[in-house]
């Protein structure tokens, strides 16, 4: 059975640049389905009733909310390619994986209003 995997963002998220960048370290396809956040599609309200925020990942119709449970998700899935989160028994590691986590939080977003 193929995989279908959708990931329900909206541009300038940082939240689904953390999310769009796991994906492609793991090399899965998906649909991008991009959100009006001011106009809820029925497919988010749907699959994100709680919170009814972005990002959602869609995997074979079921979704996973919020981006840090759904990068764990990524790295417990698609576990062919290195861990996203190195394992524990490398503090420095870990650490450098936070930096560019941290990175992406403050810096990704501020790029991509400033300079498109």
Request: hydrophobic content about 40%.
């Amino acid at each position: 059975m193929s995989d279908e995997v959708v990931l329900l963002d909206t541009w300038g998220s940082m939240f689904g640049m953390r999310v769009k960048i796991a994906l492609a370290e793991k090399d899965v396809k998906y649909e991008y389905m991009l959100e009006d956040l001011r106009n809820k599609s029925p497919l988010l309200l749907q699959m994100n009733p709680i919170h009814q925020k972005i990002p959602v990942l869609i995997h074979n119709a079921k979704p996973i909310c919020e981006s840090a449970i759904i990068l764990q998700y990524i790295d417990e899935v698609w576990n062919h390619k290195p861990p996203i989160m190195p394992s524990r028994s490398d503090p420095y590691e870990r650490a450098q994986a936070r930096f560019w986590v941290d990175f992406i939080d403050k810096r990704v977003p501020y790029l991509m209003y400033n300079f498109s």
